[in-house]
């Protein structure tokens, strides 16, 4: 049997005791004690804490509490907490910071527990309360969890914690106690004085590249709180993208030569850090350092600068310093194994900083001017003729120059002139179509699609008198041309008629030349049938100047000589071709479809180049034909998909979300359904750059 001692004060300044008597059974055993740790004799020691967790389990069935002295007054109902057990603990030589954690193992409620905390071991002396009464409140299974961080509890010191439990609370309890940080930050404040080991980088790019991976820790010197000095650290954290981090640690970059640059921070503990680069130096000022000298920031690597050039930099790398809403149950923390509970303080972090020399980059550009128009190039030359011109750019920064082949093209204009007259008060239509009744010079031009001027036509309008005019037509082989005055004529030669206006004057007399000209000898080819080893065939064309196929079904185009061919049955193509005159003449040939299936059927690329040179660019099976219910998807090495379709049109050019992938190995999965039925890959391909 135990006591409830409950103790209320009257308004006369006397004391009262409300003792009543509570029957507390208990099986009591070596692992099951119904009121271990009750008396401060009985205390749980600890030991002296190190990195890591340290736990004990008991049973809160059956302890008092002692007197009015032993309360939690700022709890609610504080009277009704007639349960407590005492623990010890000695702090480390350093530390970043404590948390208790409280797990029951039965109880799915949320439970408040109180605690005070002394310095000193009660089972020697009484101690010196440190703090008043402190709560926390478990919900539901979630463990309740209390933090002591930096200043709050001296180092090499034994402390004594009273915890106290509802009077009807009865359960078995997991209090763990977890320890976090090994030594303090290295460089807190940008001060070049104060810097040391691996914080100091001087960084020589190399082809393919160069890379460190220096180490820190957030410790309790790394809080801005602490270390608060002019605007790159300010007392209340940075405010980045909704985040507040008030921890950072500082690195001093040489970069002896232009580079492009991959940085980013992997943190042991917590959410992902804040990196800012300054292109600038450290001095012994910590105030020197500028945000406005700040070139690229980003969580993670998201807004970091790519190419730098050659200069001194300082890399700021910060943290949070938050609690972490973390779960923790009866029975899940084990010994040395340190969770995350106050966001990134107490533990350290890698930067990865890696630096190739640049590489230029080749490519090809096709551009057009018209005459009389003058290109100036990169380097300040203005050329006006055509012809193939080397063209270098290079970046502000020095980085990925770009060697361009420049294929520059001048579009000619044609000036044509002829004669024209009229008599009395008749009028002239220009060819403009412009109605004029005065002699003189008429002019108007054709432009090209470009917009240069094409065809300038001239004109020159006089009073009637006997004229001669002499004009060529073309027709093609086979084809009439009906002339002006009504004939029509199929062959060529020389024909002439003299016209005479309604007012009898100004008669013309007109001289055709008829040139006929050949049609294409047009031939069509294939490069085999299909089946479901060869999905596609290539069909080629010649003798023609352009070409236009029908039925334009199963064709990757129907406007080139050498179309690509796909078709799900048995298909007659025709193809028209026309020579540079003008002239058609028309082919035809019989693709026929197979499906039958074979073991070589549905071959798959296993290499691709995207280099923009048009061969090889993507990695697809469009040459598969005719398949339904494709899932055609592309992973990396770490089994991250970086490509999707369900089109046998689309194909993968070798990036993810936009930004191109590196050269290397990658899986592919396939599947569809053809004509011969499922089809089912895998396998790898190599992306070659």
Not at 33 to 41: Q, R, V
Not at 576 to 592: F, N, P, T, Y
């Amino acid at each position: 049997m135990s006591k409830d001692k409950q103790y209320f004060l009257a308004s006369d300044g006397k004391l009262f005791l409300l003792a009543t008597a509570l029957f507390c059974f208990c099986f009591a055993s070596a692992q099951n004690n119904c009121s271990a740790f009750d008396l401060t004799s009985q205390a749980y020691d600890f030991g002296i804490l190190a990195t890591g967790v340290k736990s004990t389990r008991y049973r809160v069935e059956c302890q008092t509490v002692d007197g009015p002295s032993e309360t939690c007054s700022s709890l609610s109902n504080s009277m009704e907490y007639t349960k407590s057990t005492w623990q010890i603990f000695t702090t480390p030589n350093y530390f970043d910071h404590v948390s208790m954690i409280i797990a029951n193992q039965n109880v799915p409620a949320g439970h408040t527990y109180g605690f005070n905390i002394y310095k000193g071991d009660v089972r020697s002396s009484p101690g010196t309360l440190v703090s008043g009464c402190h709560s926390m409140t478990s919900n539901a299974y979630r463990s309740a969890q209390y933090s002591f961080s930096c200043s709050d509890l001296d180092p090499n010191t034994t402390y004594s914690i009273q915890i106290f439990y509802h009077q009807s609370f009865t359960d078995s309890v997991e209090l763990s106690l977890v320890t976090a940080g090994i030594v303090p930050t290295a460089l807190p404040q940008p001060v070049l004085s104060s810097l040391i080991g691996n914080n100091a980088m001087t960084v020589t790019p190399t082809t393919p590249g160069v890379s460190f991976n220096p180490q820190d820790y957030f410790g309790c010197n790394s809080r801005h709180s602490i270390t608060a000095c002019g605007a790159a650290l300010p007392s209340g954290g940075i405010l980045f993208k909704g985040r507040n981090f008030d921890l950072s640690t500082f690195f001093s970059v040489d970069l002896t030569s232009a580079a492009t640059v991959n940085l980013s921070a992997t943190p042991s503990c917590g959410p992902s850090l804040l990196i800012r680069v300054f292109r600038q130096a450290l001095t012994n000022n910590c105030s020197d350092l500028d945000p406005a000298n700040i070139v690229g920031e980003g969580i993670g690597t998201a807004g970091l600068p790519y190419c730098l050039p050659a200069g001194k930099y300082v890399v700021q790398v910060s943290g949070t310093d938050s609690l972490v809403d973390n779960s923790f149950p009866y029975g899940t923390l084990t010994a040395g194994n340190a969770p995350c509970l106050l966001s990134n303080l107490g533990s350290f972090f890698s930067l990865n900083l890696a630096a190739a020399t640049p590489v230029p980059k080749m490519e090809r550009v096709d551009s057009t001017l018209c005459s009389g128009q003058a290109y100036t190039l990169s380097n300040g030359t203005k050329v006006n003729t055509s012809n193939t011109y080397p063209d270098t750019l290079r970046t502000v920064n020095g980085c990925d120059s770009l060697v361009r082949v420049l294929n520059l093209q001048f579009k000619q204009k044609t000036v044509q002139s002829f004669f024209a007259s009229f008599c009395g008060s008749q009028s002239y239509t220009l060819p403009s179509g412009k109605v004029v009744n005065a002699p003189g010079d008429y002019s108007d031009t054709l432009k090209y699609t470009s917009g240069c001027d094409s065809l300038i036509r001239v004109v020159h309008l006089e009073p009637a008198s006997p004229k001669r005019v002499m004009v060529d037509s073309y027709i093609c082989e086979g084809d009439s041309l009906q002339l002006s005055w009504g004939p029509m004529v199929k062959t060529g030669g020389s024909y002439n008629d003299t016209i005479r206006t309604v007012a009898g004057c100004d008669s013309i007399i007109w001289m055709v030349g008829v040139y006929v000209r050949p049609r294409p000898a047009v031939t069509v080819s294939k490069s085999n049938d299909i089946s479901c080893a060869l999905g596609s065939a290539r069909l080629t064309a010649t003798g023609g100047f352009t070409y236009a196929w029908s039925p334009a079904t199963g064709l990757d185009r129907a406007d080139v000589f050498n179309p690509v061919a796909s078709p799900a049955a048995t298909t007659t193509y025709h193809v028209k071709a026309r020579s540079a005159g003008g002239c058609v003449a028309e082919d035809s040939i019989q693709l026929l479809v197979s499906l039958v299936s074979s073991g070589n059927s549905f071959l798959v690329p296993n290499s691709f180049t995207p280099n923009g040179d048009g061969v090889n660019d993507c990695f697809g099976l469009r040459h598969w034909g005719a398949v339904t219910d494709l899932h055609f998807a592309v992973y990396d090495r770490w089994g991250k998909r970086v490509f999707y379709t369900q089109e046998v049109d689309h194909c993968w050019d070798g990036s993810f979300n936009g930004t191109p992938l590196p050269a290397g190995t990658f899986i592919y999965t396939i599947d569809a359904k053809s004509a011969c039925g499922a089809v089912v890959r895998k396998g790898t391909v190599t992306l070659v750059r």
